[in-house]
Structures are given as C-alpha cells and as structure tokens.
C-alpha cells in the first residue's frame, strides 16, 4: 500500500467520522492519532508509523462506545487485513 493509498483512505475514514460525530471533533482525532488535517479536510501529512496510526482512529473513532463509528473504521480494518503476513524470527 502506498503513501497516497494511506492517505486517501485516512481522509474517507475523517469524512465518514465527521458525518458522525461532527468536523472538528473528527478531525481533532485524526490530528491526536498523528495526520495534518487541512480545513478542507484533507489530510496533509501523517506522523509515524501508518499502521500505528490506523490503531490510534479505531481507538479514538469508538473511544466513547461510539459502535456507529465502526463504520468509518471499517476501510481501516480491511486496510490491516490486507497487509502481507508478518514474517516469523526465529530463535
């Protein structure tokens, strides 16, 4: 998955979450889980690890028991579910 993808899933998870929840408090959780959110809603630029920030949305979009913003996690969950498999060390 690329930057862009990151990216362009991150701003249609914001938009679904806002729908919801309102504009700025949608987009006071994605600048907590690490993404520059324009005033447009667009998103900027993401801080860290994608995968990490993905985690953070799921976490902050249902932090309040919100089950209806599973919806807006929903691109973010099939996003890790499509990830290749994680590579075994062994000892």
Sequence with gaps: MSAEDYLDMFESAIKTQADLVGKQKAHDQARRAGLTVSPQGHITSCVGNPIVVVLRLVRMFTEDNNMAALAA??????????????????D
């Design 73 to 90: 996690c929903t691109p973010l969950i099939e996003a890790l579910e499509n990830l290749p498999e994680p590579v075994e060390i062994a």
